[in-house]
């Protein structure tokens, strides 16, 4: 079974009387998942209190976040996410709360370029954010099921009518006229066979860093299978691993790797091909596993197979 993906634990709603753009901003869980921070925005809206979101619509120079990323922020201050490595957040939090006090968007520059001199990025670039006071918490909602599903979202921001939409969209992130495109993906999800100390090792990396984890094999399968799934075959023994391995090399999984050094690999590989796999499939499979090696031992071995995963991801 998948390991389950710990959820933030929102704070309690503030029910101090006062302005708004008098509050405190604060971070009751730190999380910077897009699924995080949109089940923030639908708590809010079903609680009752105004949400804004957050927007990284405009990146000059360095950043350490991608273009697209979101952030949410309630109008008692509390604030859900990341746009930069932390530098910044409060301050944006802040001008969400105004924004959410006059009911008006707004598009606000913090680094370089921005009107806030007292307020510095390390990497010495500019952010542009669009602050969206949320009012209309459908598209939230419709995004945040695809993803559920493991399916891609898109959400649409219309400038010309300060609205939020979800919709298919095939641009890539960024600005598309008076229209600004961010897309979202389902989070990195591991099918790990095998019963090896390798695998064990790996489930518990993989946990560590929030990654999910959902067990394979002879009994288990290697059940649902998307663009988004990796696969880790960890075995000691081919006989395991073969009756899976063709239909994991012809699956959408944009990762499938396997256990052993580069003699077994050839043994591996000569096996495909006389299965009937054709080259293109087998050119799929990464082996020796691992971003780094050789690795002596199983905890390194899952640190490298993690790290080379996630640096693969589409």
Not at 182 to 189: E, G, L, N, Q, Y
Request: glycine share 10%; hydrophobic share 40%; aromatic share 4%.
């Amino acid at each position: 079974m998948e390991a389950p993906m710990p959820r933030p634990q929102h704070a309690p709603l503030a029910s101090a009387p006062g302005s708004v753009a008098d509050r405190t901003p604060f971070c009751p869980q730190k999380t910077d998942r897009p699924q995080h921070v949109l089940e923030f925005l639908c708590q809010a809206m079903e609680s009752g209190p105004a949400a804004a979101l957050v927007l990284l619509v405009g990146i000059d120079g360095s950043a350490s976040r991608s273009l697209g990323t979101i952030m949410a922020v309630r109008e008692d201050g509390a604030y859900c996410g990341y746009v930069s490595g932390g530098c910044v957040e409060a301050a944006v939090a802040t001008e969400a709360l105004s924004a959410l006090q006059t009911g008006q968007d707004r598009l606000i520059r913090f680094g370089k370029g921005s009107p806030f001199f007292d307020i510095t990025l390390p990497c010495g670039g500019g952010l542009e954010l669009l602050v969206h006071v949320l009012r209309d918490g459908a598209p939230i909602r419709d995004v945040l099921a695809r993803l559920e599903r493991r399916q891609t979202a898109t959400l649409v921001y219309d400038k010309d009518s300060a609205q939020v939409m979800a919709e298919p969209s095939t641009a890539q992130t960024g600005w598309q006229d008076a229209r600004f495109v961010t897309h979202f993906t389902p989070p990195v999800r591991i099918v790990v066979t095998g019963e090896s100390l390798e695998a064990e090792a790996l489930i518990g990396v993989a946990q560590a860093a929030d990654v999910g984890i959902t067990r394979g094999g002879r009994q288990h399968g290697l059940g649902e299978i998307d663009a988004q799934t990796a696969i880790a075959f960890l075995h000691h023994s081919a006989e395991d691993e073969e009756p899976l391995l063709a239909q994991a090399l012809l699956s959408e999984a944009f990762y499938v790797g396997c256990l052993g050094g580069r003699q077994t690999q050839h043994r591996r590989r000569q096996g495909l091909a006389a299965a009937g796999l054709k080259q293109s499939a087998m050119d799929r499979l990464h082996g020796p596993i691992g971003l780094f090696g050789p690795a002596r031992d199983a905890s390194s071995l899952a640190v490298s197979v993690l790290a080379e995963i996630l640096s693969k991801r589409v």
